[in-house]
């Protein structure tokens, strides 16, 4: 997508906003060299336009895939947006990166929180592995190795360890959560753990939000069956919404308090 088509399609959310009306939804994506992480998540933009058709929708990217943020919300104007990271934990992505292009943009933004943890993300995590294969009563030999990027920030490991928690509890069997790259232990070193400690089914859960480089290596290191990335499941969609919505809700509730201050 180019920068004319950006702007041509911010028409309406710059629009909108100028008159009080709906701020934009804009998704937060990493970005990567694979081609078909930008075909999945454009696919998952469209999943949420149609359960929400009125509302303005844009991407932005932190690097290397156009548009890159910056760029859609110089097309914004002055107009407001909120900021949904399409990453599933909290780390320099989320607490640095994006708010300081937020800031330096024109628009009037807030900046959502991650993904993860959150119910809807265990609800697609266990579809995908359902879809793999994983049985619906699973035995006392059966774990799994929650595979997700790393990341050096220990808010981040903190975030993905209440998922694999979450995800445990649902499942009725240990989670272990592993890393492809900035944290330990790795998807192979967790799987060899679980081993040892008797699991002979041990599958691996892609917590990646489209196919990469990091959850093909991941999904490689699987002795048994392996999810495949979230994509475009309907949760993601749905709780892509629902960051936005709760955004708005915490702002509101912000602004109802300050005019309460006597």
Same mark, same amino acid.
């Given at each position: 997508m180019t920068a004319t088509t950006?702007?041509?399609?911010?028409?309406?959310?710059?629009?909108?906003?100028?008159? *009080?009306?709906?701020? %934009?939804?804009? +998704?937060?994506?990493?970005? =990567? &060299?694979?081609?078909?992480a930008l075909s999945t998540v454009r696919a998952l933009l469209d999943r949420v336009r149609a359960l929400r058709p009125a509302l303005p929708v844009h991407l932005g990217h932190v690097e290397l895939n156009e548009p890159l943020l910056p760029d859609t919300l110089t097309a914004? *104007?002055?107009?407001? %947006?909120?900021? +949904?990271?399409?990453?599933? =934990? &909290?780390?320099?992505?989320v607490k640095r990166d994006i708010p300081d292009m937020a800031a330096a943009s024109p628009a009037r933004t807030r900046v959502a929180a991650p993904l993860g943890p959150h119910p809807l993300l265990v609800n697609a995590l266990h579809a995908r592995l359902t879809e793999a294969g994983w049985p619906t009563h699973p035995g006392p030999d059966h774990a799994v190795v929650l595979a997700s990027a790393g990341s050096r920030d220990p808010e981040s490991r903190a975030d993905t360890a209440r998922t694999a928690d979450?995800?445990?509890?649902?499942?009725?069997?240990?989670?272990?959560?592993?890393?492809?790259?900035?944290?330990?232990?790795?998807?192979?070193?967790?799987?060899?753990?679980?081993?040892?400690?008797?699991?002979r089914r041990v599958a691996v859960a892609s917590?990646?939000?489209?196919?990469?480089?990091?959850?093909?290596?991941?999904?490689a290191a699987a002795p048994w069956i392996a999810s495949a990335p979230l994509g475009t499941h309907p949760s993601m969609a749905r709780l892509l919404l629902h960051r936005y919505d709760e955004t708005l809700m915490k702002d509101g509730a912000m602004k109802r308090r300050a005019l309460a201050t006597p």
């Open positions: 950006v702007a041509t399609t911010a028409t309406s959310s710059r629009t909108a906003a100028a008159t *009080g009306g709906t701020p %934009a939804l804009v +998704v937060v994506a990493h970005g =990567s &060299r694979d081609p078909r914004l *104007g002055d107009g407001a %947006a909120v900021l +949904v990271p399409l990453l599933l =934990s &909290r780390g320099h992505h979450a995800l445990a509890a649902r499942l009725g069997v240990p989670v272990v959560p592993a890393y492809a790259s900035a944290a330990t232990p790795t998807v192979p070193e967790a799987v060899r753990a679980l081993t040892a400690r008797g699991h917590c990646f939000t489209a196919p990469g480089r990091f959850a093909t290596e991941c999904t």
